[in-house]
């Protein structure tokens, strides 16, 4: 489809925009063109669209379960027992209520390793958004986490792939998936061109685990077994020495950083945000977050960077901004981020009459450090209108899903 | 006026709600009675208000004007330079765009400190709000921030008080007013049964110039004036040793805690929330935050504390929220921070239907970790409701207003 947009502020000037299919082909002053799909409201600013690079999206069905516990107490006594009770009915209605969300607040990727791949694709697609769905590796797991069940996933899933959801290869944790099986992850994802994603350093424990277990540190480990490459995205990297950081940058692995979690989950260390470029930013499960903001994790990305160095002019706005869509965009291989014609149509309008956008004097700070989700009128991605006037289809039915799972599963 | 609010949930029950002039007066399922204004939406819950108390609500002018420099910068080049432009004009400006944004996001109460007080406490009464308005000593501002002129500004605005808007004495900090005008704001305060308002201990560098002016760390040294007592609130008081929070105890002063300005500024310490008993919360102005979002300051002081503690089940999400509500209403004398009969008519309905209020496990929970400001569809304060279903009276003209003046301000 085509769509035309009127009277748009970008950069501080009032232009159209037309997009043709998946790209933007288009901006200028007063086009005068014709559009299958018109938007002219006179108060909306354009900005490229957010890419979330860690996210368990089925987790929003556990929101607000258990809060305010240690790691392990959460995970033990509440995460996993619920988990274990999970259908694919469940993981469904999750994964809907979670990308509702995510449409919401701008965000059209998410970078998601969970269960049951088929329905968290099936609710991607049926709601338009890009996704990266991780077959995931845990040897704890029993088949379901088996490589076996990777394998034969990854057979029958690979004809739903297409320009917005592919599949990624996701070896849990070194501390969960053995050297066995990082190596054939490792060698599969290759063999394939898939990217590999795995959750790195993100506690002490973990990383005094491998060494215990390996004699290393955990990338001197995966680098030891082959495992680290430009195909790899590493989430968390929040414990990690310098040798270690310089490995990753020289194997080019692509960096997620989560805020949110990292500090209400108190692993105790900060990401090193100035050892790496290229940074990409996510949310977590929203079980330990709660949500999938991606407005509220720039502000806080940036505000714990000048927390922790003492340094107000660390991770300034719009480092936290590219971090969160056009640093994301290009770890997975997407033309996006940046609102420029031939560009991939992944674009946000947002509301300037919120009253926090207003005077407006800088729209990418007022972004980062005013704004919430909520400031997003109109989601669209690969060239098609996901959310308009904060509307999006099937809402009340995904909401009204997601309370009745959660409900059975708690009960 | 009475307000009936039918159908709505309080702590997990549904109920009716009756006020009747500022109060609650029943709360019971199925009530049989008449009201002048009736709410019934069966998606909403009833919670306490937010009270802000730390806040320069004019700033909101200056939003998004200087971000991400260091504190001295920022104010010798940015803030102080259009400060000195602005006119009672703006600063009616800068109110009713944040007591706008307050209502929207559902703060009832700010405790501020500024210029022009008289405008300040108009906006305060046109919008509805319950307002403490510092009238601010500051020796470098001449006239404007005199003894003289706080003098007369109390006799005239006091006339202005009632039930909703106080006064207080504000001197505005050790670094910026002398020996002299600190013993004279207490015995005022003190004759004339007013709070006093000052910042405390935000920097390192305001210690170390107060041990060199006073020889003395700023705690002892207003101990030693006698400036301390428990109509003191203190803003900030991030770099205190063991001893000044036992004195600041001691004297029962009022504790406000500023979590995202103090991370944003990058002051490089952390506020120690265990030390003090009925902590309340503020954002401070806009320019250093950049917002006045009760709901993200209640999580990132969450956060804060669980980060640099590693200790995730420090400033549990109950906590974080009494901080926000109740513990402010208390420092300033407000029977509110409760839905219950006989409080004070300060109260939230928030809407269930927003995704990341969904599947609905814990509100408190939900609140604090998963909503933003925007989740608030009706703010109610002293008995009146001054937003329903997301409107306010007279927004497209306060935020008008806003732009025009920051435009002329800015250019």
Redo the contacts between chains.
């Keep these: 489809m085509s769509i035309l947009i009127k009277n748009v502020e970008l950069k501080g000037k009032s232009v159209d925009i037309l997009t043709d299919g998946e790209r933007i082909t288009e901006i200028a002053p007063d086009l005068k063109v014709e559009a299958e799909h018109v938007i002219d409201k006179r108060h909306l600013a354009v900005i490229p669209s957010f890419y979330n690079t860690h996210t368990h999206a089925a987790m929003?069905?556990?929101?607000?379960?258990a809060?305010?516990?240690?790691?392990m107490e959460?995970l033990e006594k509440h995460i996993w027992p619920l988990e274990a009770k999970m259908t694919d009915k469940d993981i469904y209605a999750g994964s809907k209520?979670s990308i509702?969300?995510m449409i919401?607040s701008g965000t059209t990727f998410f970078n998601d390793m969970y269960w049951h791949p088929e329905v968290t694709i099936k609710a991607a697609k049926e709601m338009g958004v890009r996704a990266s769905i991780g077959l995931t590796l845990l040897d704890g797991a029993g088949e379901n986490g088996s490589k076996e069940t990777v394998d034969r996933n990854f057979h029958i899933l690979k004809e739903e792939c297409n320009s917005t959801i592919s599949l990624t290869i996701a070896p849990h944790a070194i501390y969960t998936v053995s050297e066995e099986n990082l190596i054939w992850a490792k060698e599969f994802a290759d063999k394939n061109d898939l990217m590999l994603h795995i959750h790195l350093a993100e506690t002490e424990t973990e990383v005094e685990g491998c060494i215990e277990k390996t004699g290393h540190r955990p990338v001197h480990y995966l680098e030891k077994i082959g495992f680290l490459g430009k195909n790899v995205i590493a989430a968390h990297n929040v414990w990690l020495e310098a040798d270690e950081k310089d490995i990753l940058n020289k194997r080019e692995v692509k960096i997620n950083h989560n805020p949110?979690s990292?500090?209400?989950?108190?692993?105790?260390n900060?990401f090193d945000y100035s050892a790496f470029k290229g940074v990409t930013l996510g949310t977590d499960g929203?079980s330990s977050?709660?949500?999938?903001?991606m407005s509220?994790e720039m502000?806080?990305a940036?505000?714990?960077q000048?927390?922790v160095?003492?340094?107000?002019?660390?991770l300034?706005?719009r480092e936290a901004f590219d971090m969160a869509s056009m640093n994301g965009a290009h770890a997975f291989g997407y033309d996006a981020g940046r609102i420029k014609e031939g560009m991939l149509a992944d674009m946000l309008l947002i509301d300037l009459?919120n009253?926090?956008m207003?005077?407006?004097?800088?729209v990418i700070?007022?972004l980062v450090?005013?704004?919430?989700?909520?400031s997003v009128d109109t989601t669209i991605c690969n060239g098609k209108v996901l959310m308009e006037g904060r509307v999006v289809e099937n809402?009340?039915k995904i909401?009204e899903a997601?309370?009745a799972?959660?409900?059975e599963l708690?009960n």
Tied chains: 1, 2.
């Design positions: 929003s069905l556990l929101r607000g379960v809060d305010d516990l240690h790691l959460w209520l509702l969300e919401k949110v990292n500090m209400k989950l108190g692993v105790g900060t929203a977050n709660n949500n999938l903001d509220e502000k806080i940036a505000l714990l000048k927390h160095s003492a340094d107000p002019t660390r300034p706005a009459r009253p926090c207003v005077p407006g004097l800088n700070s007022d450090y005013a704004a919430n989700g909520n809402e009340e909401r997601a309370i799972a959660a409900r708690i």
